[in-house]
């Protein structure tokens, strides 16, 4: 228990000096100056973009008016918030993939660092080409960058993303619904809590016109997730399921049941580490929101929006490393993709965690979806003003269907999480970024800076890391779930 706990501090150390040399990272320099940064247009709107996030991001700021923009301080709350959600409750089981030993911890959080430092530069790339171009959308920066023919690719790859993030909604609610049933006595399978959840609760807001008035309750995310991990702290250090004598140890699964080995850190090695590292590829994933992220910014120059970045990426890396941390620790090579499954159904702090985990994902859901479905109609070239309330039901209805089998079929969370980074998860944070930043520099002409010249290297090297970080990902997580 003792060596447990000093690895602990050493890790909480680590990740405090990975959150400090990020916060001191500057992704990009100013290349163009305040002058002209200020002069570019401000437009709120989100052209063909209409992601979940969007909805959270204009509650919480209280409306924040375009002359005006948001502050620094609701604008970092907003992106931590974009970043960090139910998604960190499977790190622990990216670790376990290739290690079971304490000190694996220690390359993964590194990877933890590493990955979130490669996202924020990639986050920066967009908001850059943004002030570049004008550009208040996704689409619409790489429409000016790359061209207006090839505007779907990005186009269709939020619409996965999204996809795959109400996919991993419905694992997780049915999952964690399950365990509150089993808290109070209800055994219910997991198919049937599903199914119930989704037609009782999920598919009703799904259907709702205006969804406006479920966004506050998104902010529950973040607040959930400080409580888990204090929670999990506290469990942690007071051996509560620590084997053999762990009090809370009793009634749970001998597979859910702490397990440590001896591979270490020297397991990074082995190409299941890859696994952790398209998981992180999900975790991190906001970018889509760079745009507005920009646009909403106040006196939104390139210094302000990479400081905006820099700390909001540096929070969520020491969040993310902190979390995983005390997962790993308390159960090993047992972490399960929902790490919440781990602990006893009795276990009363853990408990509290799943409720908020669930009222949190019930309102989130419903937004998530919304920007899932208006990215297949615009996939299906429907104008927006050609969708009446008709056929939303219809398609609405459609989907979620599509998703909810899927979700009984699919109960991995990590494969999720890790397929999707792998593929266009990994597109959207590194690749895209640096094709839209090249196609700028390159419609700048002479009026571009050799620096910048430079960094289209850096920036296209950037994108074949991502490639070949996804390729092998895909690879590893096919092969970890179905061989």
Not at 14 to 23: D, E, F, P
Not at 44 to 58: C, E, G, R
Request: overall charge positive; glycine content about 8%.
């Amino acid at each position: 228990m003792t060596s447990f706990k000093i690895q602990t501090f050493a890790l909480l150390v680590l990740a405090a000096i990975s959150c400090v040399s990020i916060a001191a990272f500057s992704p990009i320099s100013n290349n163009f100056s305040k002058e002209r940064v200020a002069t570019m247009p401000r437009v709120n709107q989100m052209d063909n973009s209409k992601i979940y996030m969007t909805a959270t991001a204009d509650v919480a700021n209280g409306g924040a008016e375009e002359s005006t923009g948001a502050a620094m301080l609701p604008m970092t709350f907003n992106l931590v918030k974009s970043i960090v959600g139910a998604g960190v409750l499977s790190l622990p089981a990216g670790i376990a993939a290739f290690g079971n030993a304490p000190s694996a911890l220690i390359p993964a959080t590194l990877l933890i660092a590493g990955i979130g430092s490669l996202s924020a530069y990639g986050f920066s790339l967009i908001g850059r080409v943004c002030s570049y171009t004008g550009s208040n959308s996704y689409r619409e920066a790489w429409s000016k960058t790359v061209g207006e023919e090839t505007s779907i690719i990005p186009a269709a790859s939020c619409t996965f993303k999204t996809c795959v993030a109400t996919l991993a909604y419905s694992i997780i609610l049915a999952d964690t619904f399950r365990s509150l049933f089993a808290t109070i006595g209800l055994n219910i399978s997991r198919s049937s809590t599903l199914i119930s959840i989704t037609s009782l609760i999920i598919l009703p807001l799904c259907l709702l016109k205006n969804l406006a008035s479920l966004a506050p309750f998104s902010l529950l995310g973040i607040v959930g997730m400080g409580y888990t991990a204090i929670a999990m702290g506290i469990r942690y250090f007071s051996g509560a399921y620590s084997v053999p004598k762990g009090v809370l140890l009793s009634g749970i699964p001998a597979t859910l049941q702490p397990t440590f080995g001896e591979t270490g850190a020297i397991g990074v090695l082995n190409p299941n580490s890859f696994i952790l590292i398209c998981m992180l590829s999900t975790a991190y994933m906001s970018h889509f929101n760079a745009p507005k992220f920009y646009n909403e910014l106040k006196n939104n120059t390139l210094k302000r929006y990479n400081t905006l970045v820099s700390i909001s990426f540096a929070i969520s890396i020491a969040f993310f490393s902190i979390i995983t941390a005390l997962g790993f620790l308390t159960f090993g090579s047992a972490s399960n993709s929902l790490i919440l499954n781990n602990y006893n159904t009795k276990d009363v702090l853990m408990t509290l965690s799943r409720v908020a985990v669930a009222v949190s994902l019930i309102f989130s859901y419903p937004l998530a979806f919304a920007g899932f479905r208006d990215g297949v109609l615009d996939l299906a070239k429907v104008p927006a003003d050609k969708r009446p309330n008709s056929l939303q039901n219809k398609v609405t209805v459609g989907l979620l269907s599509v998703i909810t089998g899927l979700g009984l079929v699919v109960k991995d969370l990590s494969f999720v999480l890790s397929f999707g980074g792998a593929t266009l998860g990994n597109a959207l944070i590194y690749v895209y970024p640096a094709l839209m930043f090249r196609g700028a520099v390159k419609k700048m002409g002479d009026k571009a800076t050799k620096g910048m010249k430079r960094e289209v290297k850096l920036a296209m090297a950037n994108a074949i890391l991502g490639i070949g970080m996804g390729c092998i990902g895909m690879k590893m997580a096919w092969k970890a779930t179905f061989h």
